[in-house]
């Protein structure tokens, strides 16, 4: 089993910065890719932000230069750092991980509150 432990939301104004952190424990050597998703009421769960154990990273299109993820394996810990807030950001932020063995695993946290006001 893995652990996921967000941190870092909050309320800031348009075209501010946030940085969330995640941080794994449990059963993290297997861990292949962590990530960032977020649900806005009324929508469904949207990937933000991805890494792999490589260090390959994507983006939903909205987000590109914009947001940047990174992942420090030391650690154990993924980080997404938000910069140029809209408020089409608002939303509630879940990190993922995931592990391939014959079929995907995912894992996730408890999510954390992002709100950007006009």
């Known amino acids: 089993q893995v652990q996921l432990v967000e941190s870092g939301g909050g309320l800031v104004q348009a075209g501010g910065s946030l940085r969330l952190s995640c941080a794994a424990s449990?059963?993290?050597?297997?861990?292949?890719?962590m990530g960032w998703y977020r649900q806005a009421p009324g929508t469904r769960r949207e990937l933000v932000a991805a890494v792999s154990s490589g260090g390959s990273t994507k983006y939903v299109d909205s987000v590109k230069g914009r947001f940047t993820i990174s992942r420090d394996n030391a650690k154990n810990t993924v980080y997404l750092q938000m910069t140029g807030l809209r408020p089409e950001d608002t939303a509630v932020y879940y990190c993922?991980?995931?592990?391939?063995?014959?079929?995907?695993?995912?894992?996730w946290g408890q999510g954390t509150q992002v709100t950007v006001s006009s």
């Open positions: 449990g059963s993290v050597s297997s861990i292949n890719g």
């Open positions: 993922n991980a995931y592990k391939m063995s014959g079929r995907r695993s995912d894992y």
